[in-house]
């Protein structure tokens, strides 16, 4: 448990900046965590919200 308390506290922060960033560019919650389910790497999704927020197809 010791050896991973690290690693759940980046993945815990990661993770919130990453969904307030999602709802803030215009996803509702629902669509957020479906976002975060579904995409494995957590650089894409924050790449991805400027696409999301202008409409791009």
């Given at each position: 448990m010791h050896a991973i308390i690290p690693a759940l506290?980046?993945?815990g922060?990661?993770?919130l900046v990453t969904g307030v960033a999602m709802?803030?560019?215009?996803l509702t919650e629902s669509?957020?965590?479906a976002m975060?389910?579904?995409?494995?790497?957590?650089?894409a999704q924050l790449t991805s919200l400027p696409l999301i927020a202008s409409g791009a197809p």
């Open positions: 506290i980046a993945t922060t990661w993770g709802v803030k560019s215009g669509m957020a965590l975060t389910l579904l995409l494995y790497a957590g650089s």
